[in-house]
Every structure is written in structure tokens, then in C-alpha cells.
């Protein structure tokens, strides 16, 4: 699987860019549900001051790790 993740994109970006980042235009997941996953505690994130960031590495890792196990 081809993803635009690289040593380059390893930075804080806020919930519009990671949504660009990890997902393509016609199957993303809405703002709304991330940001539910966000606050369930099932998306990893920083917090600096009142601005809430995301490592795209990060939570990609996160998402498929957090799907092993799981009927296809």
C-alpha cells in the first residue's frame, strides 16, 4: 500500500491536514467522527496550549495497529 507518509511528514499538523494526509479524497472518514475518536481516547494526539495537533506517523501506526485481529 502506497501512502504519502514519509520522514518528511513526521510534524504536528491540525485534524484538515492529517485528513489530507492519510486519506484519499473519496473515502475519507468525516471531521466530525475523528474528532469523536479523539475524544473517546481512541486517536493519539498533542495538546499545546488550546490547539490540538496530530503526528501523522503516528496515528497512521495507530490505526493499523488498532485493526489487527479484526475479520477483513
Same mark, same amino acid.
Not at 14 to 43: T, V, W, Y
Given at each position: 500500500?502506497d501512502?504519502?507518509?514519509?520522514?518528511?511528514?513526521?510534524? =504536528?499538523v491540525? #485534524?484538515?491536514?492529517?485528513?489530507?494526509?492519510?486519506?484519499? &479524497?473519496?473515502?475519507?472518514?468525516s471531521?466530525? %467522527?475523528?474528532?469523536?475518536?479523539?475524544?473517546?481516547?481512541? =486517536?493519539?494526539? #498533542?495538546?499545546?496550549?488550546?490547539?490540538?495537533?496530530?503526528? &501523522?506517523?503516528?496515528?497512521?501506526?495507530?490505526? %493499523?495497529?488498532?485493526?489487527?485481529?479484526?475479520?477483513?
Amino acid at each position: 500500500m502506497d501512502t504519502p507518509i514519509g520522514p518528511t511528514t513526521s510534524k =504536528l499538523v491540525d #485534524i484538515d491536514r492529517l485528513i489530507d494526509i492519510l486519506f484519499e &479524497p473519496e473515502c475519507r472518514p468525516s471531521k466530525r %467522527f475523528l474528532m469523536s475518536q479523539k475524544a473517546a481516547g481512541n =486517536l493519539p494526539f #498533542i495538546k499545546i496550549g488550546r490547539r490540538v495537533f496530530y503526528d &501523522p506517523v503516528e496515528v497512521q501506526q495507530h490505526l %493499523f495497529s488498532s485493526r489487527e485481529g479484526r475479520a477483513a
